[in-house]
């Protein structure tokens, strides 16, 4: 699609005057014209269906908290259901002048403007109000609003064609457009769009900023995909351009496994109960491998002053430096909570330094808009307040001695309002600016984890990035909070929405933090709603918290996590996200496995004359879009192969596919998720479902969902006559699927009870040599096997053993002579085993599933994990 559709990439400049104040720079005056045509469905040349309208507008939010996600054409855009008082500030990102709230002489804007401006320069605020013309997008006048990018799609279906229980796939769509920024640091960007997504304006918004010096916009980013390159999703080209733009290095640092302090004790934290929660992560490591522990907000007597720790509580004499040493000798990373730019209403810090605080154009503090407790923002655009949060990082990295800082509400630094020092810089500039001052505080080596943070902003600068609102103990937002709330407020709903609508962002700008996983039975979550929540994190491939008090949790609710670690470092691809008509939450996720391709059957770089792109020299701190676009002709390809401990490349953005061990073979891995309120027979089309052969893997680029339906055109053991192992993990149940459910299109269908989720694995059946079907061990049913080899009577599994685990495994033998006396061993001891199916794959070929109970000591030693089957 690169070289179909080359993007378009443009910028624009204001010259230096002090008599000017900027409100916003209109890039693009959009008008969307789509010719109607007829296009084949995948599921037969005879049927089609027409795309001459738009259906849905992902809607990009503006920070970590923001709603993000696909929303259907005419549907009211998800908003905040708190008052603009408590919500306004969170969901502020680009804002454009409007006809309504054009400056006038009286104040407003005009006022706003006024302060910034130097001399005495008359301007007819009537006039410029008036032209304003009444087809303009503003916002007043706009139906929907996205910040720093967005894309409009078909999903190829029509109003009267939805059904609650039919998952419409962006595969079976029509053409997308996507529209944004590379970056977000010289100013917020805005999309702002009419109700029928006809009409589009991309603004680079300024809100005020004396143009006292050249005035720059980031680069601006327009392109046009074609359904058929819905190899990934239709956004992937523009997420790989702007990590590449901000030299993101997204798998520099590791993953991340650990526990956080805040959801079961909030502020209410001390040394002790610290210390308690760390000792049983160290003795829990045999079972999941825990690498940090994060002490979350409540230890210091006020934001701002971080030195004050709660007396009673904590040691007196090193109080932050024990508990990082006694974590880090328990073999973890200390992690600590600071919020750098915010500082309590009655802190020492706000006393003292009353002119660090942001204030609005009334001359009053700026709004912080937290429901929990009103703060002040502290304006990043003065060197004093730099140099306090500079000496606050450092702080906590060298005399504090933690490794990990999670650094929250850090939007506070670019709040609205003109009372700041530097009135020439904008929002997005004093958050750049920001941004720069705590890493050059932190250093290269800490991983930094932010949120409440403009997510533009942060790209290139964060290891880790919370990517959703809080999660919290119910489903949605319970009393006195609005449970009808689509916006910041703490609800698992919420957590894993915005968790799969911004998936296509993870490890391609930085490690995805979806929010910590509650297991706690203390909780009002069902245990659906838990696994739902274990599935989506592990089928996200981000972070991996947990936030119980872990001598509470069950056995029952920790194996939960059990069986999604470790994980694999891998992010799903959702089919949906375009597509969804279910609150912007996509049902379905889908994970590619194969054994690892030689280096012969590597793709070749595509040269760069293939391209007509624009050049454009080197800008500092970030690579020029000319020389992403030449490289993204070759760059953008699945190349299976990434595996947590091998060495990899740590700008790689690469994803959706991980390789398992030799015998395996290739499959799919898929969640299906039921996020109504009752019980739900899912329907999606199997050709979505199928995997293919390593060769179509590294061939095409990124796998298609859908190849040829004709069985003698099929790779051998792959997409082919003998139909399909379909083995649903969380519920451990086992079914054969015939060739023909491919050939004919028919559906897969799955009942799920409210919010249940399933992980499905679909691998093409094989009746010539045996086949290893799953595990109940891990939810990839596959990372977990470190070798599987067979012979002419027998099978030998090797599954790895650094972790305890216990369970079953299922393998597939092919019928033959003697088979119905087997005998099993596992850890070179009598094993037990059982015959769940015996599937019948053509008219020739039989066989039997085994399960295989077995157990996994953790030891390394040389039987540990060893499975045998003979016969």
Known sequence: AVHKCPPLLWKVEHPPNSHVALDSFLLMDGALHLQHQQHSTSSSSSSSVDYDTPTNVYIHGYQSWSFSGSVVQGEVQPKSAMPKVLSAAFNRGGMVLSGDDAPTASGGYGDHWSKNLEGNLSVDYDDLAADVEDHDLNESTAFYKSDMFTCISSNGA?????????????????????????????????????????????????????????????????????SSSYDEEAMVYYVHAVGDHNEARPMEKGLTCGWCSWYHYYSEIDHDSLSKNAHILEKSKSSIGFNVCLIDDGYMTAWGDWTSLKPGKFVKEGGMRVLADAIRAKGMKPGVWLAPFACDKFSKLAKENPDWIIRNDAGRHANSANCGKFFYGLDATNPGVRKHVYDTVKRAVEEWGFDVLKLDFLYASCLEGNGKYD???????????GLRTIRAAAGNDTFIIGCGCPIGSAVGFVDGMRVSCDTGPTYRPEFPLPHWDNGTLPALKGMMRNTMSRSPLGHRWWHNDPDCILLGESTKLTDDEVVSAASIVAMTGGMFLLSDDMEKVSEARLSVAKRIFPLTGVTAVPLDLHSTINDGMPSILRLWCAEKPTQDNKTTDVSAKEIDIISSSETSGSMSPGKILREQASKIECEVGYSPGNDSDPYSRERSCFSVASGLGSWTVVSLSNWMDHSAKLSVSFSALVSHSIEDFVAMGAPRSVLSLDADNSSPGEVSEHGFHVFSFWSSEYVWIPHQTLVDNSPLIKKLKPHESEILHIKPANPTRPQYIGSDLHFSCGFEVESFEWGN???????????????????????????????????????????????????KHDGKVFRVYTEIEGTGAESDGSVSIRW
């Open 158 to 226: 029509t109003s009267s064609q939805y059904d609650d229980e039919r998952i419409l796939l962006d595969e079976e769509g029509g053409p997308a457009l996507i529209v944004g920024f590379l970056s977000q640091r010289e100013q917020y960007g805005a999309i702002l769009m009419d109700s029928e997504l006809r009409r589009f304006n991309l603004y680079a918004c300024h809100e005020g900023v004396v143009a006292r010096r050249t005035v720059t916009s980031d680069w601006a980013y327009c392109q046009i995909v074609d």
């Open 423 to 433: 009135p020439t810089m904008s929002r997005a500039e004093a958050m750049h600016l």
């Open 793 to 843: 009577n027998h099978v030998l599994v090797l599954l790895k053993n650094g972790y305890k685990k216990r369970g079953s495994i299922f393998v597939y033998l092919p019928e033959s002579k003697g088979l119905d006396r087997t005998v099993v061993t596992v850890n070179d001891k009598p094993g037990t085993v059982e015959i769940v199916a015996k599937p019948t794959i053509g008219n």
